[in-house]
C-alpha cells in the first residue's frame, strides 16, 4: 500500500495544475509556407485504444492567437474520443488592415499534417470559429485529407457585410437610434474598405462553400451577436452540395461558450457523436433545424462609387473644413453675419461628426462599443454635429441668396458650403 501511495503522490507531482489526467497532452511545433514556426498542443483521451477521428481547430480573428485560446474546445472534444490539435495562430503577416484566408488556410493544412503523422490518428477533419468559418472551407478544398468539417459561428456573408452587421448590434445594444447607426455601421466601414483598411472585405464564401465534397456540421448560438446566424445559415444551405448538418443553441453566444472556460451544455457531446459517425463512414442525410429568430438584417455593403470613395470624401471634409477655418480665424468679427455662422458651424459640425465617428471605432470591442453621455438615444457630440450641420445649411442658402453683391472671401466660404449640404445628407448629419 506505501508503495502504491508513493507511486500516486509522484504522479501527482508531475501532473500540471488544473490538467485533466484523463487526457494526455503533447507539445508539437509546425512551419508554414512562408517559413514562420508555430507552435501547438496535442490532446487524446489517455487511455484511448485503437485509431481515433483528429481534429484541427482553427481560430477567430486575432494575430498572434495561442493554443491557449482554444484550450477549453481541444479538452472538451479530446473527451468525446477525438485527437485534437490546438494550434497558434500567426502574428506576422495578419493585422487589423491585412489578413489573408487563403494563407491561413495553408496555416491550417501545415499543422493537420502533424496532426495527421501522429500515431493512432485514423480520419481528419478541420474545425473553425468566426473568422475560422472563411477558412476552415478553404482548406477543406483544397486537400482530401480532410474527411469532415466542423463550423462554429462561421459567417455566410463577406465580412464587411457581416462586421456592418455587428457594428449595428452594438449601436442598438447601447441604445443608439437615428442615422448614426448606418453613417457608423455601414458608410464608415464602407470607407475604410474602399481604403483598404479592411482586409479581405468583399471575400465571398459561397463559392468556398459550393466546392465542398466532405460532410459538414454548421452550429451557431442563436443569441450570436457577432455573426448573423440564420442568414449564415441560409448561406451554408443555398451553397454546400455535401451533406450538412445545421444546429443552433437556444441563447447560446457566438463562440457557444457559457464562460471562458465552459462550453454551451450539449456543444461538445453533438460535435463528438457527430465526428465519431462521419469518420466511421456514416455520413448522415443533410439536415437543418429550425432557424432562430434573428431581430434584424444585415445590409448590402457594396464597393463604394466613384463619389463616394474615401479620396473624394476625405478630400471634400479637408477642404471644407480648410475654407471655415479660414474664413472663421480672419474674418472673426467682421464680414457676413451668415459667412461666419456658417464658418463657425460647419467647422464645428465636421469635428464633432469625426470625433463621435471615431471614438466609436476606438472603443468597439467583443462586449460593445462606449457612446459616452446619450440624448434623445444619440451621444451629445452627434447631437452637436447635426444641430451645427443644420444651422450651416441655413446659412450657407443664405451666403447663396447673397451671390451677386457679396465678395470673394464670402463666395468661397459659400461654395464650401454648398458642397457641405450633400455631404452632410450623405453621413446624416441632416437626417434625424
Request: proline share 6%; aromatic share 8%.
Amino acid at each position: 500500500m506505501k508503495l502504491v501511495a508513493a507511486a500516486l503522490l509522484a504522479a501527482s507531482l508531475h501532473t500540471p495544475a488544473g490538467q485533466d489526467v484523463s487526457l494526455k497532452t503533447t507539445d508539437v511545433t509546425f512551419t508554414t509556407t512562408d517559413g514562420q514556426r508555430l507552435g501547438g498542443e496535442i490532446f487524446r483521451p489517455a487511455r484511448a485504444t485503437g485509431d481515433l477521428p483528429g481534429l484541427l481547430l482553427v481560430h477567430g480573428s486575432g494575430a498572434g492567437n495561442s493554443w491557449r485560446e482554444l484550450r477549453a474546445e481541444a479538452e472538451a472534444f479530446a473527451r468525446q474520443g477525438m485527437v485534437v490539435l490546438a494550434p497558434d495562430k500567426r502574428a506576422t503577416g495578419y493585422s487589423k488592415t491585412h489578413r489573408d484566408y487563403s494563407q491561413l488556410a495553408d496555416d491550417a493544412l501545415a499543422a493537420l499534417a502533424v496532426l495527421r503523422r501522429q500515431p493512432g490518428v485514423g480520419p481528419t477533419g478541420v474545425w473553425g470559429l468566426s473568422e475560422g468559418g472563411w477558412v476552415a472551407p478553404i482548406a477543406a478544398v483544397r486537400s482530401k485529407d480532410v474527411k469532415f468539417l466542423v463550423t462554429v459561428g462561421g459567417p455566410g456573408l463577406a465580412p464587411l457585410r457581416t462586421q456592418s452587421w455587428n457594428a449595428m448590434n452594438k449601436l442598438d445594444r447601447a441604445g443608439v437610434r437615428g442615422s448614426l447607426r448606418r453613417a457608423y455601421a455601414g458608410s464608415l466601414h464602407r470607407l475604410a474598405a474602399d481604403a483598404g483598411l479592411f482586409p479581405e472585405a468583399y471575400y465571398d464564401p459561397a463559392v468556398t462553400l459550393g466546392r465542398l465534397t466532405q460532410p459538414v456540421l454548421a452550429m451557431w448560438g442563436a443569441a450570436d451577436n457577432q455573426v448573423m446566424p440564420a442568414e449564415s445559415a441560409q448561406r451554408f444551405r443555398a451553397n454546400v452540395h455535401s451533406s450538412l448538418t445545421v444546429k443552433f443553441f437556444p441563447g447560446a453566444p457566438h463562440a457557444l461558450h457559457v464562460n471562458e472556460s465552459t462550453l454551451t451544455p450539449g456543444y461538445a457531446e453533438a460535435v463528438g457523436s457527430w465526428v465519431t459517425g462521419v469518420a466511421a463512414g456514416d455520413v448522415p442525410p443533410s439536415s437543418a433545424q429550425p432557424y432562430p429568430a434573428q431581430e434584424s438584417r444585415s445590409i448590402d455593403t457594396p464597393p463604394s462609387a466613384w463619389w463616394e470613395s474615401w479620396q473624394l470624401m476625405v478630400g471634400a471634409m479637408a477642404l471644407m473644413l480648410l475654407a471655415f477655418l479660414a474664413y472663421a480665424v480672419r474674418r472673426l468679427g467682421a464680414g457676413s453675419w451668415a459667412a461666419r455662422i456658417l464658418a463657425v458651424s460647419g467647422a464645428l459640425s465636421i469635428v464633432a461628426m469625426a470625433y463621435t465617428l471615431v471614438s466609436l471605432l476606438m472603443t468597439s470591442n467583443g462586449l460593445g462599443v462606449t457612446t459616452g453621455p446619450m440624448l434623445l438615444g444619440r451621444p451629445v457630440t452627434w447631437l452637436a454635429a447635426q444641430l451645427f450641420a443644420a444651422v450651416a445649411t441655413v446659412a450657407a442658402l443664405t451666403c447663396l441668396t447673397r451671390w451677386r453683391t457679396a465678395s470673394l472671401r464670402v463666395r468661397m466660404v459659400a461654395v464650401a458650403g454648398t458642397l457641405f449640404i450633400p455631404w452632410a445628407l450623405y453621413w446624416g448629419l441632416l437626417i434625424p
